[in-house]
């Protein structure tokens, strides 16, 4: 049975008051999102405060994020989704719908999370671009990277398409291959990145990194790790420093403009703005909200990347704009959320005046995270 003792103690270990009442205890650890063994619950005939109604519990508004004017010039569109389990996102009717969605407004997405061992890949992959490419005759390719540390874990897919902005030149010249961060962890073994490489022309090339970045876990066991500069953050803002690199185009020709778009969920909320609850003590013990995980997503936009995060560019004074919500708390209908997806942009796509518009798509849904849109001007990269 558990007992007053550890209720409280769980409620201290999170920075939440431990006065009160069993049941009122029992509220605040459920109003937390925190879950309660059920041993640990009053009986039917037991007394007890009125419950809290999910509708009594404040939701957070949403600023509105007005798109760019339209231009005239070819533009390619980039989404990038953490799925939470593609086979799953695939048998669920609203996640179809949303992956169709995508697929008739972008030219690239970047999926992560999708939880496939490799010898999955090719029958989701048949599926996955049948529903992609229903009612159009737009071929859609496809590239996987698979955790083969952990079985049905991690893993990330990016697809690209040239039937609109990319054009069929460019994206048949495409190629896709893993992103080596840190090979002596086993991170890198947990099928984390791909690099797309999209030869705009013979003097630009647009690298896009697809990332799902490492949770640094309930108890911040892999806090160390992930903010070290030779732990995941370090090695992988190395990698995309390499990235932004580019060979020749051909022998003995001028080195192309190498511009880099690194896309996906990198598992911190790096201001205040992209949480809803930043004054609550308890966050900076949480995964994705501690000092050490925001101060080194902060590191990214320092020499020597420069990278910019498209949609603080976009947005820099919006609030309420999240793009992850925890379902065991029932959180997406309050709009009680953090931002951790992201599109971060290279020095040279920001000089370039390539960036147009960044959108985050709550109203596509099929995950616990929402997509992100960039929407990058060709002509000028």
């Keep these: 049975m558990v007992t007053m003792k550890d209720l409280q103690a769980l409620l201290r270990?999170?920075?939440?008051?431990?006065?009160?009442?069993?049941?009122?205890?029992?509220?605040?650890?459920?109003?937390?999102?925190?879950?309660?063994p059920e041993n640990a619950r009053p009986s039917a005939a037991a007394p007890s405060?009125?419950?809290?109604?999910?509708?009594?519990?404040?939701?957070?508004?949403?600023?509105?994020?007005?798109?760019?004017?339209p231009v005239t010039t070819p533009c390619v569109r980039l989404a990038t989704w953490n799925v939470a389990g593609l086979r799953a996102l695939l048998r669920n009717e609203r996640g179809?719908?949303?992956?169709?969605?995508?697929?008739?407004?972008?030219?690239?997405?970047?999926?992560?999370?999708?939880?496939?061992?490799?010898?999955?890949?090719?029958?989701?992959?048949?599926?996955?671009?049948?529903?992609?490419?229903?009612?159009?005759?737009?071929?859609?390719?496809?590239?996987?990277?698979?955790?083969?540390a952990r079985l049905g874990y991690a893993?990330?897919?990016?697809?690209?398409?040239?039937?609109?902005?990319?054009?069929?030149t460019v994206a048949d010249a495409a190629i896709c291959t893993p992103l080596t961060v840190d090979p002596g962890h086993e991170a890198?073994?947990?099928?984390?990145?791909?690099?797309?490489?999209?030869?705009?022309?013979?003097?630009?090339?647009?690298?896009?990194?697809?990332?799902?970045?490492?949770?640094?876990?309930?108890?911040?066991?892999?806090?160390?790790?992930?903010?070290?500069?030779?732990?995941?953050?370090?090695?992988?803002?190395?990698?995309l420093l390499r990235a932004q690199q580019a060979p020749p185009s051909a022998a003995g020709s001028a080195r192309r403009a190498q511009h880099v778009c690194a896309g996906g969920d990198f598992n911190v909320a790096v201001g205040d703005a992209d949480f809803f609850n930043p004054d609550e003590l308890r966050m900076a013990?949480?995964?994705?909200?501690?000092?050490?995980?925001?101060?080194?997503?902060?590191?990214?936009?320092?020499a020597p990347l420069f990278m910019t995060d498209a949609f603080r560019s976009c947005h820099p004074h919006a609030t309420g704009q999240y793009t992850y919500w925890s379902q065991r708390a029932r959180n997406r209908p309050r709009n009680r959320g953090l931002r951790l997806d992201y599109f971060l942009l290279s020095s040279s796509v920001m000089a370039a005046d390539a960036l147009r518009d960044v959108q985050h798509r709550h109203e596509l849904e099929g995950s616990d995270h929402c997509p992100v849109v960039v929407e990058l001007v060709?002509?000028?990269l």
């Excluded at 992956?99 to 939880?115: G, M, S």
């Design 188 to 239: 890198d073994r947990e099928g984390r990145t791909l690099l797309l490489q999209l030869p705009l022309s013979p003097s630009a090339q647009l690298a896009v990194v697809n990332v799902y970045t490492p949770n640094s876990g309930a108890e911040l066991q892999r806090l160390k790790y992930r903010t070290s500069d030779d732990g995941w953050d370090g090695q992988f803002r190395a990698a």
């Design 49 to 69: 405060a009125p419950a809290v109604a999910v509708s009594s519990i404040a939701s957070i508004p949403r600023d509105a994020t007005p798109r760019a004017s």
């Design 285 to 302: 013990k949480q995964a994705g909200t501690t000092a050490e995980e925001r101060a080194s997503m902060r590191r990214y936009a320092e």
């Design 96 to 148: 179809v719908d949303s992956l169709r969605r995508l697929a008739t407004d972008c030219d690239v997405v970047l999926l992560q999370e999708t939880k496939l061992q490799e010898m999955h890949v090719a029958s989701v992959e048949a599926e996955l671009l049948d529903v992609l490419s229903t009612g159009t005759s737009m071929p859609w390719r496809a590239a996987w990277a698979s955790s083969t």
């Design 13 to 36: 270990s999170r920075g939440l008051p431990v006065s009160g009442s069993k049941t009122v205890l029992l509220q605040r650890l459920a109003s937390a999102g925190v879950p309660v």
């Design 378 to 380: 060709l002509g000028r």
């Design 155 to 168: 893993g990330v897919a990016t697809l690209w398409t040239g039937g609109r902005g990319l054009g069929a």
